[in-house]
């Protein structure tokens, strides 16, 4: 039986297939968006101030070490297979390099309603991982040159809506401590599944506007969308595995892996490479990898994850 979230999702898809007059009132969505990040970083950030940060600095330096790898393995792959312009390559590698914050609150939900606990501080990994990829993307679509206007990179990557809430709410949740934290729980902690159920209705529907992207630019896409996650969860499993993340960290860090991201990647790419067609990306990010995760995807990490840890 699918999880009741994901069965918003699946209502938003069909609703926008259906070209449904259904809509979330813009204000509502970037209220939703607002909270959902928030409540991860707090939830991360109380996890945080109840261990040392020295013992998470090898797992730091792997999730780093795995942003930077998978968008490097990705541009060959869209350059060659393809065929597809540099710029073009290089943003989507982006992509998927990155991560997507959505599907990981999905994984979250997965986790939870099956009682299979994780480490808390994986928001806090979730963090390091955006920033790698797009400075792959950006290096690969046109080198480093004088031209290159790093101020206006660093600020839209570290200072972007994203990373300031998720860093925002690590850091309170930090500084707070858990007893700070819980007169805000009716709605960071209560509600956390009834806003990702939302979120995850605005999800379907924009993904059903993307899917024209899909049909104009050929399979490729399709068949990159759903290979590249797979390949990714297995890397990500991998490296779950040598950092010695518990069951439900591996599913998370396979997830984060597996996943694309479409908040705060095409945000820098429209400043660092203009040139580079967004429909591309998040046709291939929101119309295939992000429901492949959140249908499929998710579940069969976690039996990679099970069996790694057999």
Do not use: C
């Amino acid at each position: 039986m699918l999880d009741p979230v994901i069965l918003f999702f699946v209502l938003g898809i069909s609703a926008g297939l259906l070209r449904s007059e259904l809509r979330l009132p813009a204000a509502v969505y970037e209220l939703v968006t607002i909270v959902l990040l928030l409540a991860i970083g707090l939830k991360g950030g109380v996890e945080l101030a109840k261990q040392p940060l020295g013992q998470l600095l090898p797992q730091m330096v792997g999730v780093v070490v795995l942003g930077f790898f998978l968008a490097l393995i990705a541009f060959p792959i869209l350059r060659k297979l393809g065929r597809l312009q540099r710029a073009d390559a290089a943003s989507i590698a982006a992509h998927y390099g990155s991560v997507s914050v959505g599907t990981y609150a999905v994984a979250v939900a997965y986790l939870g309603s099956r009682q299979v606990s994780f480490e808390e501080h994986m928001p806090l990994l979730l963090v390091l991982m955006e920033v790698p990829a797009i400075l792959v993307g950006i290096i690969l679509a046109r080198g480093v040159t004088r031209s290159t206007n790093w101020g206006s990179v660093m600020h839209e990557v570290f200072l972007g809506k994203g990373i300031v809430l998720l860093l925002g709410g690590l850091l309170i949740g930090w500084a707070a401590g858990p007893e700070g934290v819980t007169p805000l729980e009716p709605l960071f902690v209560d509600l956390f599944k009834g806003v990702l159920a939302l979120f995850l209705l605005e999800m379907g529907l924009i993904t059903a506007a993307q899917l024209t992207g899909l049909r104009r630019y050929g399979l490729f896409l399709v068949g990159f969308g759903v290979a590249m996650p797979l390949f990714s969860a297995v890397v990500g499993t991998a490296t779950a595995y040598v950092l010695g993340l518990s069951l439900g960290g591996t599913v998370i860090l396979a997830t984060l892996a597996a996943s694309a991201s479409y908040i705060a990647v095409p945000a820098a790419m429209r400043i660092s490479v203009p040139e580079a067609n967004p429909t591309l990306s998040l046709a291939a990010a929101l119309g295939i990898t992000f429901p492949f995760n959140v249908l499929l995807g998710i579940p069969i990490y976690h039996a990679m994850a099970t069996l790694v840890h057999g």
